[in-house]
């Protein structure tokens, strides 16, 4: 089985703070993780991915992710947020071991940053 | 380059009715999926297709089912709509199956609403 959570439903910052966004997981073995991007009525955009290697993953729009195995963890992080950054975040997890494409999502969380 | 192309956008259903979406891959792109998005929640999965075989299956009713084409496209059909059936359907293709390591890209989405 396997399964992510977003433990907050709604993140508020500053324009030009830093962002952080989090985001735990559980599998059986070890984990694909994803973040993806959704502005309203839109689908989902890609924004980075942790696969092996450096727990510091770097994707787009200056974004970045660390993996942290012992805590199970996979927060995302922006060093100064931007307004145009406001839109619901996603964290998704797949099984390395499944033999299909599942991804399974978080709830999601709202990111607002104020001018 | 185009992206996951969908259609329709919208529709509006009764309960009992059956809808069928359509969706086209990414050029080059062999596998699709098909995801489910209620108001307020994450993605559920539904489906994945790979060269045209089902490879992975999300715990929805039978009345739920799916094919893809030798073009790559693909149809979610939903039969005798219930209106907990209303939600934004998502397609996603990725250039690689089961075991690949590449992301979803994902199309805008059918919305669909159940009255």
């Known amino acids: 089985a396997q399964s992510v959570a977003q433990p907050e439903d709604q993140v508020n910052v500053a324009e030009g703070n830093p962002l952080t966004v989090k985001c735990t997981y559980s599998?059986?073995?070890?984990?694909?993780l994803f973040w993806y991007v959704q502005y309203p009525n839109r689908g989902l955009q890609f924004l980075l991915k942790y696969i092996t290697g450096d727990n510091l993953v770097k994707g787009s729009y200056g974004f970045e992710a660390e993996f942290n195995k012992s805590q199970t963890s996979f927060h995302l992080k922006k060093p100064s947020a931007l307004v145009s950054d406001s839109a619901l975040y996603f964290c998704?997890?797949?099984?390395?071991?499944?033999?299909?494409?599942?991804?399974?999502f978080g709830a999601g969380t709202t990111v607002t940053v104020r001018a | 380059d185009a992206g996951v192309t969908q259609s329709p956008t919208h529709l509006i259903k009764t309960r009992g009715q059956h809808v069928t979406l359509r969706c086209s891959p990414i050029s080059g792109h062999k596998s699709v999926s098909w995801y489910q998005q209620v108001l307020g929640q994450g993605p559920q999965f539904i489906f994945q297709?790979?060269?045209?075989?089902?490879?992975g299956r999300g715990n929805f009713p039978d009345r739920f089912s799916a094919r893809q084409f030798p073009n790559y496209s693909s149809e979610l059909n939903v039969n005798a709509l219930l209106l907990g059936d209303s939600a934004l359907y998502l397609c996603?293709?990725?250039?690689?199956?089961?075991f690949g390591v590449g992301e979803l890209f994902f199309g805008e989405g059918s919305r669909l609403t159940v009255l």
């Open positions: 998704a997890v797949r099984d390395i071991l499944s033999n299909d494409y599942k991804l399974s």
């Open positions: 996603a293709s990725s250039l690689e199956g089961g």
């Open positions: 599998v059986s073995g070890n984990p694909y």
């Open positions: 297709y790979y060269e045209k075989e089902e490879r």
